[in-house]
């Protein structure tokens, strides 16, 4: 089978290795892919989010099968697409459907969802610019901290989380009244504050049948002791240890068989991953979002963990027969350290030369932000490579990322050392 992967990240280099290693695959494309899935695959210049490109590179190169990465063209709507175009429609794609991806698309949309299925997740409101009187009301009906999120895809920036009042008057106002995240501030949602310690569990669905796969946890601040700013992810560990099966067990009947007999009433098919963001607080778990893909760096922590051959499940996925797949998970704990370039997540430099990858030989390199130019892999983006790493315990797993995250060398490298300081 030929398959095109979209995206070009961490995941999609982790799935681009994965699939390799099927029998089933024949050729592997991907777009617009990095330095990494270069070297395993074919990547293709195309815009992701120009479905037209898309049939063409599909029609060109004999493509079966679709696999999404990143959520914007799923949230656009290239499942969609397919299903409604002659030649693409019998071209299974991977990941959901645009009502499916308003989960992620709409704050406002995931939260209503929630509350119509008796999911637990925080309190909240959604506001307008119409209503902004009324959001001044309900912050005043709130203890800090104020929890204000940009209803639509923000870029992972629209959430903001502040202490004082009048703060989270102003911002409120920004984002309704002088559109700070554009269209994606049109409408803001407001909520409670919920104190715990976060964790990502992932789904697979064909929409009839549903496999959980591995916990991670990662760390999205930059700095050490999650301190600064949210970055795209600096690392993660999976599986997550206070995630023991008393705790999953909760997930599993208030919040995973929920949310799938959930789209099920609603009429809202999926075949793709549901990411499904959950902080415990106390004993008990609660939604903090659903995103409708693979998390990354999650990604990198959970594949190397299933054993199971990747094209057979995803023809799971395509057929709804996913009840006849039986996941294997590796038992060892897996954890990735991400490396960055200096400055990120603010304002960085790219191009740097990336040396000493060739020298890693007992850990998973997986590219993130990395391309080729004469010859010589260099730097292209905030995340640049992560090093990926099994042993017994969430300890052993990163003492032997770190030993080989010393090895790679580009100007500005930065890592977080204390991952896992919190387990
Ligand atoms: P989101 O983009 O919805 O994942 O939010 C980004 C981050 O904000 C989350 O990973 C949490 O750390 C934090 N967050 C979001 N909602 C809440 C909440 N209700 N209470 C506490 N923290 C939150
Ligand atoms: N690691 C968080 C995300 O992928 O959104």
């Known amino acids: 089978m030929n398959i095109l992967l979209l995206g070009s990240g961490g995941r999609e280099h ?12 024949q050729r592997l494309f991907v777009a617009p892919g990095n330095a990494g899935t270069s070297s395993i695959a074919t990547n293709l210049h195309l815009n992701i989010n120009d479905f037209d490109e898309v049939k063409t590179a599909v029609l060109y190169n004999n493509i079966q099968m679709v696999i999404v990465g990143p959520e914007d063209p799923l949230v656009n709507g290239i499942h969609d697409f397919f299903l409604k175009d002659p030649t693409l429609k019998d071209i299974p794609v991977i990941g959901p459907e645009k009502h499916a991806a308003t989960l992620e698309g709409s704050k406002d949309f995931a939260k209503q969802f929630m509350i119509r299925h008796g999911i637990p997740t925080a309190a909240y409101q959604s506001f307008t610019a119409e209503t902004v009187e009324e959001g001044f009301a309900f912050l005043n009906t709130l203890k800090p901290p104020y929890v204000l999120k940009a209803d639509g895809l923000a870029a992972g920036k629209g959430v903001v989380i502040l202490q004082d009042i009048e703060e989270a008057r102003a911002e409120l106002s920004q984002m309704l009244l002088e559109s700070k995240f554009g269209k994606a501030s049109t409408t803001v949602v407001i909520e409670e504050f919920l104190s715990g310690i976060e964790l990502s569990c992932f789904v697979l669905t064909d929409g009839k049948h549903y496999e959980v796969l591995p916990t991670a946890k990662d760390y999205k601040r930059i700095g050490e002791g999650d301190t600064g700013l949210n970055t795209g992810g600096m690392g993660a560990i999976s599986p997550v240890p206070f995630a023991d099966s008393i705790f999953m067990e909760k997930v599993s ?88 370039s200096g400055g990120y997540p603010e304002a960085y430099e790219k191009g740097f030369e990336i040396r000493g990858l060739e020298t890693i030989k007992d850990s998973l390199v997986f590219h993130a932000g990395t391309t080729i130019k004469d010859n010589k892999i260099i730097t292209n983006g905030g995340r ?20 080989n995250v010393e090895k790679i060398a580009f100007k500005g490298k930065y890592y977080r050392k204390d991952l896992g300081f919190d387990l």
């Open 14 to 25: 982790t799935l681009a290795w994965k699939l390799t290693q099927s029998p089933k695959l």
């Open 253 to 340: 009947q208030q919040i995973i068989i929920p949310t799938i007999q959930g789209l099920q009433k609603d009429n809202i098919p999926y075949k793709g991953f549901i990411f499904i963001g959950l902080i415990q607080v106390g004993e008990d778990p609660y939604v903090i979002e659903y995103n409708v893909r693979l998390g990354d760096p999650e990604t990198e922590v959970v594949l190397p963990r299933i054993k199971n051959d990747l094209v057979t499940v995803f023809e799971a996925i395509a057929k709804q027969t996913l009840d006849t797949v039986d996941l294997e998970i590796d038992e060892r704990t897996a954890a990735t350290v991400m490396t960055v």
């Open 384 to 403: 640049v490579i992560a090093v990926t790493s099994f042993g017994k315990d969430h300890i052993e797993a990163l003492q032997k990322s770190y030993r």
